[in-house]
Nanobody
Framework: QVQLVESGGGLVQAGGSLRLSCAASRISGGIFSIGAMGWFSQAPGKQRDLVAT???????NYADSVKGRFTISRDNAKNTVYLQMNSLKPEDTAVYYCKADGVSQFRVQGYWGQGTQVTVSS
């Protein structure tokens, strides 16, 4: 099992910045490492969409809508992933969920955080 705790959401004006954090803890059940980590967003009435992902080797992938504005990073020693969000737009308003892959001997399983609200006012 992997527990993910997110922080850093809130209310910000358009053009502002926020930094989200997600820490993986209580790693158990044969899981010996955290693999890829990422952030997904879900606006009301819409599906959950990928925002950005980062592998354990620091390879990154971004949704086209956030390229050049958001930066994902991680601290492997702390099992923590960050999302620096700059030049925020009202359309970035959503609940942001952290996801992390728990790697065990025989499989890789994804775990989700509880979500943190990001609201961007115009």
């Amino acid at each position: 099992q992997v527990q993910l705790v997110e922080s850093g959401g809130g209310l910000v004006q358009a053009g502002g910045s926020l930094r989200l954090s997600c820490a993986a803890s209580r790693i158990s059940g044969g899981i010996f490492s955290i693999g890829a980590m990422g952030w997904f967003s879900q606006a009301p009435g819409k599906q959950r969409d990928l925002v950005a992902t980062i592998t354990s080797g620091d390879s990154t992938n971004y949704a086209d809508s956030v390229k050049g504005r958001f930066t994902i990073s991680r601290d492997n020693a702390k099992n923590t992933v960050y999302l620096q969000m700059n030049s925020l737009k009202p359309e970035d308003t959503a609940v942001y969920y952290c996801k992390a892959d728990g790697v065990s001997q025989f499989r890789v399983q994804g775990y989700w955080g509880q979500g943190t609200q990001v609201t961007v006012s115009s």
